[in-house]
C-alpha cells in the first residue's frame, strides 16, 4: 500500500531504482510539464497566503489565538463560531465551497476532486445537469446518476453515502414528516433567536467564551508541567489522572487527588491471596507492585496504539511473529502479565460484603474504581469546566462476570457478551 509523501520522514528519499521505475512507467516530458503547472499553482497560493498574512498585520488584528496554531481546540472553536459568508471558492472543477489554506493541511494539499478533463455526460433517460434537482450545488462527480440494473431505468442523482435530495412538497418546501432541509444553509427568524439559545451561545456563536472550560495553569505548574512536558511526555498527564505514587506522598501541597495505582495493588494482592495465589499450587505469585501495575496497564493500551484487536496481543511477546514488539516484551514476561490478570482487582471483596437488598449496596463497587479516579482527578486540574458535553455509549463484546452492572443493548452490533 503505497504510504501518502506527508507521512514519510523528511531523511527519506526516493531511490535511483525507484526513479528509474518512474521514468519507465511515465511520459517524461509531460511529467516536467505537471510538475511546472504544480509550482506555479503552489507559487499562486503562497502568494496569496503573503498577502494574507500581510494584510492581517496592517489591519492589527489580534485573532487571540493562543499560540498553538492548527490545535484541535482551535479548528474547533473556528468551526463553531465561523459566521462570515463563503466567498472564496474552488474553482467549477471542484464545485464545492472551502476556506483557503484548509488548517493542518500538508503544503500543496489540494481538496479532492473528478479527474483533469472530467466532464458529465449524461447517458440516456438521466436528465442533463440543468435539469437535475441540486440545491446544494454538488459537483456531478460524487452526486452522481444511479440506474437500476433490472429495469435499467434511471432512480435518481445520489451521493456516495447513498443519500438523495429531498424533492419540494407542494408548498415548496423540503421536508420529511417535521423535518426540514435547507441545501443552501439556515438562517433563524425572530422566533428561532429567542428559543434556540443557551445563554450566550446561539446561531454562529455556538461556543462563546462563557461556555468555554479551561485547565488550572497554577496546578499543572505545580506538579511539574513544562514546555518539553507539554510536548515530549505523555505520562505525565496520563498520572496526573490516574496516580502512580499515592498523592498524600507525592509532596505537592494541597494534591487532593485520588489514588489509583497503589490502590489497585493493595486490591489486587488482597484478592490474589485470598484466592489461594501463593500456596504452592500453580504459577508462583510474586506480590504485584504500583510500578509494575503501570508496565501492565501498558501493554494492551501500546496494543490498541497498534492495531487494537485483543486477539493479537500474545503475538507482541512472540519474536518470531511480525507484530512482535519489543517494548511490550521487555516491560514484562506474557505468563507474568496473565497472571496479573487473573487477579487483578479494584475493590476489596473483605470489606465490600454488602449484598443487594442491604441498604448501601452498590452494584458498581466491583468497576467503579477507575471512573471515580478520573472525574475526581479531571475536576482537580480543571479550572472551568466546558458547559457543554457531548456524550456516546460504546459496546463491545464480554463475556465476564458483570453481577446488576450488566445489560443488553437490543439492536446493537453486539447485544451482549459472545
Known amino acids: 500500500m503505497a504510504v501518502p509523501a506527508f507521512l514519510l520522514p523528511d531523511n ?23 510538475k511546472e503547472d ?14 494574507e498574512e500581510t494584510t492581517e498585520e496592517d489591519d492589527g488584528v489580534d485573532d487571540n489565538n493562543s499560540g498553538d496554531d492548527c490545535s484541535e481546540a482551535e479548528i474547533h472553536d473556528a468551526a463553531v463560531e465561523f459566521g462570515g459568508d463563503m466567498d472564496n471558492t474552488i474553482d ?6 472551502f476556506i483557503p489554506p484548509l488548517p493542518g ?36 462527480y460524487s452526486f452522481a446518476p444511479k440506474i437500476d440494473r433490472s429495469t435499467k431505468m434511471y432512480k435518481g442523482h445520489f451521493t456516495p453515502a447513498n443519500a438523495m435530495v429531498v424533492p419540494k412538497d407542494e408548498n415548496g418546501e423540503r421536508k420529511v414528516g417535521n423535518w426540514k432541509f435547507y441545501y443552501t444553509g439556515w438562517q433563524p427568524d425572530e422566533f428561532d433567536n429567542k428559543t434556540f439559545v443557551r445563554g450566550e451561545a446561539r446561531y454562529k456563536n455556538l461556543k462563546p467564551e462563557s461556555r468555554k472550560g479551561c485547565l488550572d495553569v497554577d496546578i499543572l505548574r505545580k506538579h511539574g508541567l ?16 490516574f496516580p502512580i505514587v499515592d ?19 493493595v486490591y489486587t494482592n488482597v484478592y490474589a491471596a485470598t484466592s489461594g495465589a501463593g500456596a504452592g499450587m500453580g504459577h508462583s505469585w510474586e506480590t504485584v507492585s504500583a510500578p509494575e501495575l503501570v508496565r501492565w496497564t501498558a501493554c494492551p493500551i501500546r496494543n490498541g496504539a497498534m492495531d487494537g484487536r485483543p486477539s493479537t496481543l500474545p503475538s507482541r ?11 511490550i516484551y521487555d516491560a514484562m514476561s506474557y505468563t507474568r502479565w496473565k497472571l496479573i490478570k487473573r487477579f487483578f482487582k479494584m475493590n476489596n471483596n473483605l470489606t465490600d460484603v454488602k449484598k443487594k437488598g442491604d441498604d448501601g449496596y452498590d452494584p458498581c463497587r466491583k468497576y467503579d474504581l477507575i471512573y471515580k479516579v478520573l472525574v475526581h482527578n479531571m475536576n482537580y486540574v480543571s ?22 452492572c450488566g445489560q443488553r443493548l437490543l439492536n446493537k452490533p453486539v447485544s451482549r457478551g459472545e
Do not use: C
Open 12 to 34: 527519506l528519499g526516493t531511490s535511483d531504482e525507484e526513479e528509474k521505475n518512474e521514468d519507465r512507467h511515465g511520459d517524461t516530458a509531460a511529467g516536467d510539464a505537471a
Open 38 to 51: 504544480a509550482a506555479k499553482e503552489d507559487g499562486g497560493l503562497k502568494d496569496a497566503e503573503k498577502e
Open 92 to 97: 467549477d472543477l471542484y464545485g464545492v465551497d
Open 105 to 140: 493541511a500538508p503544503d500543496g494539499w489540494k481538496p479532492p476532486g473528478p479527474p483533469n478533463g472530467w466532464e458529465y455526460n449524461p447517458g440516456k433517460g438521466v436528465p442533463t445537469e440543468d435539469e437535475i434537482d441540486n440545491p446544494g450545488k454538488w459537483n456531478l
Open 226 to 241: 513544562t514546555k518539553d512536558r507539554m510536548t515530549n511526555d505523555a505520562l505525565f498527564f496520563y498520572q496526573l489522572l
Open 247 to 265: 498523592p498524600k506522598n507525592s509532596g505537592v501541597d494541597g494534591d487532593v487527588r485520588m489514588p489509583y495505582f497503589t490502590t489497585a495493588a
Open 317 to 327: 511477546w512472540m519474536k518470531g511473529d511480525a507484530r512482535f514488539d519489543p517494548f
Open 383 to 404: 479550572k472551568r469546566a466546558d458547559l457543554d458535553v457531548t456524550v456516546d455509549e460504546s459496546t463491545w463484546g464480554f463475556g465476564g462476570y458483570s453481577g446488576d
